[in-house]
């Protein structure tokens, strides 16, 4: 079901790209994705907690900039809204850790890692882990399972695939719970990258749910203020979805630029995320 929501709820903010200067009604909306409007209402409501319409606010670039007019010291070393708390997607706390140099030139040797396909509000994606943590999760966009498993043995070529999704599913439960946990469970990354890209990833994972950063913050934020491109590099290089959160790197004039998993999804993470941290501040 979440998959299915998320497939016509991408058709529909495709749409309305397209036709964004004739402002469609709802009915030609729900129309184009084989709905009623009032059945398109109530599948965009459960799955962004809003209406269409302020959705369509949160996912514009007019909300991008008002976002970045916004923020303050997004990248300090205090983390600002702190990755304990609220201010992390589904109040996960995410826990970065590295390859050794020896690790990495070992292609993974030793390592087994266990993979498996599963749904969330933000389509199919392929979640891969090993006894040290996540190590891939990798949405399905214009890609079969078996294109990003022959990426993976390609990037841990002497590490051992087995295909359950019986050992993933609990991870895929605590990345996407059906409901707020009460309490929190750390989530472990492993990640295989150079230290520039390290230090990329990590200051990504600072960035609070619902704000964005631009590529020329991140280049500041590791102290390089002149790599705004290989920063786009690293950032694009990331290997852990949503978790590691490439998708709130927006350009400094707003545009929210490239993403490795499509725009369309880029910009539906964007809005969905503000759309909930909106309501958690709400409540």
Known sequence: MATS??????????FLDTRGQQQ????EVAAHVGLSPFHFQRLFTRWAGISPKRFLQFQTMAHARQLLAE????????????????????DLFVTLTAMTP????????GLTLRYGVHASPLGDYLLA??????????????????????????EWPRATLVQ???????????????????????????????????????????IP?????TYEDIA?????????????????????????????????????????????RKRAMLAWESARHSSDEAA
């Not at 469609?24 to 009915?27: E, G, T």
């Open 5 to 14: 929501d998320y497939a016509r709820i991408e058709r529909a903010i495709h």
């Open 24 to 27: 469609p009604a709802l009915a």
């Open 71 to 90: 923020r303050r010291s997004l990248l300090d070393a205090t983390y600002d809204a702190g990755l304990s708390s609220g201010g992390r997607l589904h």
């Open 102 to 109: 020896g690790e990495f030139k070992q292609g993974g040797a």
């Open 129 to 154: 882990v090993c006894e040290r943590g996540i190590c891939a999760l990798r949405f399905l966009t214009g890609t079969s399972p078996d294109e990003i498993v022959a990426e993976l043995r390609a």
């Open 164 to 206: 359950t999704a019986e050992a993933t599913r609990p991870y895929a439960e605590r990345i996407f719970p059906e409901r707020k946990p009460s309490k929190l469970q750390p989530l472990s990354l492993l990640v295989k990258g150079t230290n520039f890209q390290l230090k990329v990833w990590e200051a990504l994972l600072r």
């Open 209 to 213: 749910t619902g704000a964005v950063a």
């Open 220 to 264: 500041q934020a590791v102290e390089s203020p002149r790599a705004v491109r290989a920063v786009g590099s690293a950032v694009g290089g990331n290997p852990i979805a949503l978790l590691i959160p490439c998708h709130r790197v927006i350009r400094k004039t707003g545009a929210f630029g490239e993403y490795r998993w499509g725009l369309t």
